[in-house]
């Protein structure tokens, strides 16, 4: 059974710094592509960025491009999500997603494409 855990969620005043994790366990951890994504109240849930299996190829919504960077940790089964100069716009609640394929760009933000997903972290951001 997968199973993915987040922490690091928390209450943060604009423009400061948050770094989620999400622990895997179940599957070969190298062979999952690994995503975030959040929902907001009363909104849809959307991507935020995605890692492929080796690491090296990552992809971003627009809207966090150049203030969070994913990572993963294979050794680790570990994939984080370091949130730099956060906004309110970006309060949801944010979860992690694997995906048994090896997903690059837009593929990659492709909801139905993740087969298992974490229950998410609270991420609020004051004004």
């Known amino acids: 059974q997968v199973q993915l855990v987040e922490s690091g969620g928390g209450l943060v005043q604009a423009g400061g710094s948050l770094n989620l994790s999400c622990a895997v366990s179940g599957r070969t951890f190298n062979r999952l592509s690994m995503g975030w994504f959040r929902q907001a109240p009363g909104k849809e849930r959307e991507f935020v960025a995605a890692?492929?299996?080796?690491?090296?190829?990552?992809y971003y919504a627009d809207s966090v491009k150049g203030r969070f960077t994913i990572s993963r940790d294979n050794g680790n089964n570990t994939v984080y999500l370091l949130m730099n100069s956060l906004k309110p716009d970006d309060t949801a609640v944010y979860c992690c997603?694997?995906?048994?394929?090896?997903?690059?760009?837009?593929?990659?933000?492709?909801?139905?494409?993740?087969?298992?997903w974490g229950q998410g972290t609270q991420v609020t951001v004051s004004s």
């Open positions: 997603a694997a995906a048994t394929g090896n997903y690059y760009g837009v593929r990659a933000a492709q909801r139905g494409r993740y087969d298992y």
């Open positions: 890692v492929a299996w080796s690491g090296f190829g990552t």
